[in-house]
């Protein structure tokens, strides 16, 4: 069978797009598996799905590159919200999109009759480590020095439809990212997986991040990471609460503020490519 799929990124975290409203996927992990690997495939962080939804204008699902299903994808989200306006399939500047982490509400921003921008509203920030889940006690792991394996690391969890584990550092470029976000996913303290962000504070307004994302490894942008780090970065001391935090990654800047208990992304959607595969 042929498949038409849309290549789209948001901040270079690219995702093959496949509109379900009018196409079936029998095998999405598999597929993904298959499409994803570079060189041999079409390359990319994994596939999401946009199919019909009865409760939003879509439901997005995501599925990693290694086959496995994501809860939440705030890059993705974004492109999702782009896809349905300019196919016309929700031609409004205001949409909604089911996940398995709940409906987000996406606000576009509109140029020459095509969405450009997205804000999301990613909902509240979850600290308490049953939630997360984290297997560590108290109200909260924020700053908190833990023992891994035979070395001590500070750090803060945040879940944002996913769990994050936050490490403030001096340099990022300088982490072996796979190495410490291995070793941290391998200490069973994650049994749901775990995406690890590694951020520089740059001052009280920007931070600098590097992720290593559960099942795609180090992605060139993480949107609910971005969102965890700028509510780790509150929670602990280093930006001011309730303002917008600058999250600059790899691929790109988002903008992050966390307001009246929930927390709104800001950033670019793109479309690289559209194209047909035979599966």
């Known amino acids: ?94 949409v909604t999109v089911e996940t398995l982490s709940g409906i987000k509400t996406l606000a576009l921003t509109v140029e020459n009759g095509q969405a450009v921008r997205a804000a999301v509203d990613m909902g509240p920030p979850v600290l308490t480590p049953a939630a997360l889940p984290v297997r560590l006690d108290g109200d909260a792991v924020v700053d908190r020095q833990v023992k891994i394996g035979a070395k001590t690391y500070t750090l803060t969890c945040v879940s944002m439809g996913n769990p994050h584990c936050v490490l403030f550092c001096d340099d990022p470029a300088a982490v072996d990212i796979a190495a410490v976000a291995g070793e941290i996913a391998a200490s069973g303290l994650f049994p749901e997986g775990v995406n690890v962000e590694f951020v520089r504070v740059v001052d009280d307004h920007t931070l600098q991040m590097r992720v290593y994302e559960r099942g795609s490894g180090e992605t060139l942008a993480c949107g609910t990471g971005a969102c965890a780090s700028a509510v780790a970065a509150v929670r602990c001391g280093h930006c001011p609460p309730g303002q917008a935090v600058t999250v600059r990654l790899l691929g790109g800047e988002l903008e992050i503020q966390e307001r009246d208990g929930r927390v709104f992304m800001t950033g670019p959607a793109e479309t690289a490519f559209t194209g047909e595969v035979t599966v």
């Open 1 to 94: 069978m042929n498949l038409k799929f849309t290549k789209m990124h948001g901040c270079g975290n690219d995702y093959i797009y496949i509109d379900c409203f009018s196409q079936s996927v029998p095998d999405p992990a598999g597929l993904s598996v298959r499409l994803s690997r570079p060189h041999f495939g079409i390359g990319a962080d994994g596939v999401i799905l946009i199919c019909p939804s009865a409760v939003a204008d879509a439901k997005m699902r995501i599925f990693n590159a290694d086959g496995s299903e994501g809860k939440m994808c705030g890059n993705g989200v974004r492109c999702v919200g782009k896809y349905l306006y300019d196919s016309g399939r929700a031609r409004k500047e205001t």
